[in-house]
Structures are given as C-alpha cells and as structure tokens.
C-alpha cells in the first residue's frame, strides 16, 4: 500500500486522471463549479492580449515555523516531566554519627500539549469546466513571476506554483495551502485551547505554570514575562537595552546553574519592530551608561562613529541578529505575532503600535530540541486503511502531516486539507518575553493577515461570463 501512496503522491499535479477513475461518492459538493475560474468564460486570465508573465504581489506570512522541527506522534495526551528543586530539610545535626540527620525531598512537576485541528477545502469544481477556453485568444501559457507559498516551512508538497495559472486543481489545492499557512502561522503564536485552538507560544511563555496531573504551582517553570508599559523601543523612558539585557541575563543564568547551557536561543518579533529597534540599538547598546555619572569629564560626552554605527545597523538587518553582552542570537521576524493598535490600547496613540519581543529555547545541551512542532501522524492509520483495498478517497503527505480527502458527486469534485499539529515549549523557563513594546514607524509594512487593514489585494475572483451571440438562432 506505501508504494500505491507514493504513487498517489507523485501523481497530485495529474488529479483530474485520478478522479476519472473514481466511484460515485455520497459527501456533498456543490452540484456545479463554484471556483475561481481561469479561463473560459468568466476566467480571470481569458483575456485577449493579456501578457504571458503574471506578477503575483500576494504577501506570505514569515516566522518561527520555518525553523522549528517537526515531530510525528500518536500520543493524544503527552506528559513532558521535569525537577523543579529539592524541599528546605526538616531536622537538626544530630550529635552522634549514627542519630537521624536532616531529610528533604525532591519536587516534580509535568508539562502536557494538545492537537488542533485544522481544516480547509477547495471550492467545487465540474470536470466539464476546467478544460474550457474562452476562445483562441484565451492562452494557457501563462507564467508565474514570483512566489505565494513557502516562506513558513508549512507548504503541503506536491504544490506546483507554477500551475495555478492554467489547472484549476492545482490553483485550489494552492489557495487551501495559502490558507492553511496563514492559519498555522496565526496559531503558533496567538492559538487559544478554548476556541479549539492548539495553545500558541504566546500562552505557553507565560508565570502560572502548574502541574498537568495536580494543577499545583509550579514557579519554577515560569517564564520571564516583563511589561515595557508602552514606551517606545527607542524613547528615552524605559531602556530596551536594559531590558533585553536583563532578560538574557536572567535565562542564561538559569541555563548555566540548571546544568543545561549552551542553549540556543532565538529572539521573535513582528517586522516593524526589528526594524524600528535595529535603527537605535547600536547606539544604545554602544553607549549603555556610558554618559552616566561620569563626574570626572574623562568622557563626559561618549563619542561614537556614526558611520560605524550605520554600518553596525546594516549589518544587523542584513545577517538577522542582535549582540547582547557578548552573545550574538539570531532574530527571525513573525507575521503571527499579535500587533496592537490604538483599537487595543488608549497608551498606543494613532501611527503607532505595540508588540511583543520574544527569547524562544530551540535547543539544549547536547542539541536537544525542547520547541517543536508534534502532529498526528496520519501514516499510522495505514494498517486500517489497507482494508479498505484501494477504496479510500484520501492520502497523506509531509511525511503523513497532512492529509487530503476527495469529496465528489458524479462529476462534481472537491478536496479537502487537515493537519493536526501542537507546539510544544518543554522548557518555559528557559524563554522570556518583553511585552507592551512601542513603535512608531513611518510607514506600517502590508499584512499578510485578511483582517488587518493593511492587508490589501483587490481585482476580480470573477470577470463577465458569455453574452447573448449575434446569431441567427440565439432567438429561436
């Protein structure tokens, strides 16, 4: 059966040729097409004289995703267990060697995940509509400039970018791609177990960490959470140097004392936010209580090249990383970050916004990874599914991360896409965040989210279909 999946797999850019050998199905498709049509009658690409190359200036979402790895299971409620400490002793030195001297004990605590799930489908589509041209002016050799999948590491393989101009399949099995990365780029950060969400890094990196068996505290496993208040990255209130300083400090204390260092670490924010902090940081950094009481005039007014500087902040945006006390750790900007507005907060006046900046563990001693992405392995079923002899009207791909199921009536098709995914912080304690975090670009960058207003496309999903003809029997 592996071998019939494997050619399945191989097979996805041919699925009009798989679905012509499929039996009638009792799921529920629309009885006609209701894709976005590319050419034919209605196609947005049946244009006489259009141009071969087509532009595409869809923003894809970016983040943490594309560097955490990914790991299959079946378990449905995992325990990940720790040490938090050993107890203060009860008792006295004794006075002779063999009376009772102090005991202890020592203290556990469990961490668990949950899977999400999430599902999107194709629109329908009628095997008699994807072949149609509008007329000889209609061309199928259109030609993709640019990229709308991939910059996650959560693109379901077999996508062809390319076909999504010319084979109507393709283009919707890419538009549920396009939506299943948004949605998973969302969820990483901002998923929320009560809306059946799996729980994102933003609930996971948090205090009040407690026992999954006893929900007894566990502070030891709390997180570093601190409150910028709103001030502005590069204002003259708080100091973003002092606090990041401090934060790193803090986490590579307890890594060093807990027995875990080296870690690697990596820090996660929205794009303005790197971009606003890395124009003031090397100057920050490089004068950080340089000009404070020094009484002496030895250096009354720190002096620094601002070329040098410059070059110090090109560099920064260039290789994605920042120097703290020493340590240079890799930045990675996240579009499922959340970014507050003035809607949010009274603090955040208009122009302005805030976030968060994060200190993600990726690995510890020994390369051990401790955030990373679990999924439902869907391969697991296949001893199951080989009893039903070649009848299912699904398959699985990524290594059995995502799954397609095919819902048809007669001639009417569509596909359905679902993952199963958690991410998992094993050690909260080892990651920290600065939240409330305050930027004032001069410009905010374009969203990748639909529900930002600085999310924009535009156009038509659909152009005028076919008039009435000049004929001699279009009345009769």
């Known amino acids: 059966m592996d071998d019939k999946v494997t050619e399945i797999l191989e097979k996805q850019t041919q699925l009009l040729e798989q679905l012509a050998n499929k039996e009638d199905h009792t799921k529920t498709p629309a009885q006609f097409s209701t894709y976005t ?33 990914r790991i ?8 990940f267990g720790s040490i938090t400490g050993f107890t203060a002793v009860s008792g006295s030195q004794p006075d002779h060697a063999c009376d009772d001297a102090p005991v202890g004990y020592m203290k556990g605590c469990n961490l668990t995940a949950r899977f999400g799930r999430i599902r999107f489908d194709t629109q329908t589509i009628d095997m008699d509509d994807v072949m149609l041209k509008l007329h000889r002016g209609d061309f199928t050799d259109l030609f993709l400039r640019g990229k709308v999948l991939g910059m996650t590491g959560m693109t379901p393989s077999g996508m ?16 549920a791609a396009v939506n299943m990365e948004r949605e998973l780029n969302h969820q990483t950060w901002q998923g929320a177990f009560a809306a059946g969400e799996f729980p994102g890094l933003d609930v996971q990196i948090a205090t009040g960490q407690s026992d999954a068996d006893t929900d007894v505290a566990c502070p030891a496993l709390d997180s570093d959470v601190k409150n910028f208040g709103y001030d502005d990255v590069c204002g003259d209130n708080r100091d973003i140097v002092e606090y990041l300083s401090s934060m790193m400090w803090y986490l590579n204390d307890i890594a060093d004392s807990t027995g875990v260092a080296p870690v690697q670490w990596v820090l996660a924010m929205r794009k303005g936010l790197w971009h606003e902090l890395s124009s003031c940081w ?18 009354a007014v720190p002096s620094i090249d601002a070329a040098a500087m410059t070059q110090v902040r090109d560099a920064m945006r260039q290789g994605m990383y920042i120097d703290i006390e020493g340590v240079r750790y890799p930045v990675i900007t996240d579009t499922g970050i959340r970014e507050l507005t003035p809607a949010d907060n009274a603090n955040i006046l208009p122009g302005q916004y805030a976030s968060s900046i994060y200190a993600i563990p990726l690995t510890i001693q020994g390369g051990f990874p401790v955030t990373y992405f679990e999924y439902l392995d869907y391969r697991q079923a296949q001893s199951d599914v080989n009893l039903l002899r070649g009848m299912e009207q699904f398959f699985w791909t990524d290594q059995g991360f995502y799954s397609w199921a095919l819902e048809q009536i007669k001639w009417c098709y569509k596909l359905a896409l679902k993952v199963e995914p958690r991410v998992v912080l094993r050690t909260p304690q080892l990651a920290g965040r600065i939240d409330a975090v305050k930027y004032s670009p001069l410009q905010h960058g374009r969203d990748t989210d639909p529900s930002s207003s600085y999310f924009y496309d535009g156009g038509v999903s659909l152009r005028g279909g076919l008039t009435a003809p000049y004929a001699i029997w279009s009345t009769r």
């Open 37 to 69: 049509p590319l050419h034919g009658s209605g196609g947005i690409f049946a244009v006489p004289g259009l141009e071969r190359d087509i532009i595409t200036t869809h923003m894809r979402p970016v983040g943490i995703t594309s560097i955490l790895p």
């Open 72 to 79: 299959p299971t079946v378990y449905q409620d995992p325990r």
């Open 160 to 175: 062809n970018e390319g076909q999504i101009l010319n084979l109507v399949t393709m283009s919707e099995m890419v538009i």
């Open 282 to 299: 090397p100057c920050r950094y490089n004068t950080y209580r340089c000009s404070v009481h020094d009484t002496t005039s030895i250096d």
